[in-house]
């Protein structure tokens, strides 16, 4: 068995509690559906982090409230570089899995589909490349 690295990320239009945890929510289920095999059980970890301007919310807490209890969550802020992206929630899911890494589907949602184009929602599985 491997952990393997799911990511995605979300935007939201506005810094409200609401929008936060819709937003994750909808992320994360798209992440479960776009890996029909993941289980939470399974989840060695998930950490959450949001730009800076995102702060009246906990991403953690819309994983809780999909009945993640059991899973390691941490929340963090992103790194404030000049001129990226406002208002995103990214996420990385550590997956204790069999399948290969070209085999996982990351999700990319919203404006959150700039940062990684070859992994949109209407993209499937992806190559590794090779080092």
């Given at each position: 068995?491997?952990?393997?690295?799911?990511r995605?990320?979300t935007?939201?239009?506005?810094?409200?509690?609401?929008?936060?945890?819709?937003?994750?929510r909808?992320?994360?289920?798209?992440?479960?559906?776009?890996?029909?095999?993941?289980?939470?059980a399974?989840?060695a970890g998930?950490?959450f982090?949001?730009?800076?301007?995102?702060?009246?919310?906990?991403?953690?807490?819309?994983?809780?409230?999909?009945?993640?209890?059991?899973?390691p969550?941490?929340?963090?802020?992103?790194i404030?570089?000049?001129?990226?992206?406002?208002?995103?929630i990214?996420?990385?899911?550590?997956?204790n899995?069999?399948?290969?890494?070209?085999?996982?589907?990351?999700?990319?949602?919203?404006?959150?589909?700039s940062?990684?184009?070859?992994f949109?929602?209407?993209t499937?599985?992806?190559?590794?490349p090779?080092c």
């Amino acid at each position: 068995m491997f952990v393997r690295g799911i990511r995605g990320a979300t935007t939201v239009q506005q810094d409200t509690p609401e929008e936060i945890l819709t937003a994750t929510r909808q992320l994360l289920h798209e992440i479960n559906k776009s890996n029909p095999t993941l289980n939470p059980a399974d989840l060695a970890g998930v950490l959450f982090t949001v730009t800076n301007d995102l702060k009246t919310a906990f991403p953690a807490q819309a994983a809780r409230q999909m009945g993640w209890d059991l899973v390691p969550l941490m929340c963090a802020q992103e790194i404030p570089v000049p001129n990226s992206l406002k208002r995103c929630i990214r996420v990385l899911l550590l997956w204790n899995t069999e399948l290969a890494q070209n085999e996982i589907t990351h999700v990319y949602l919203g404006e959150a589909a700039s940062l990684r184009p070859e992994f949109t929602q209407t993209t499937t599985k992806k190559e590794v490349p090779k080092c």
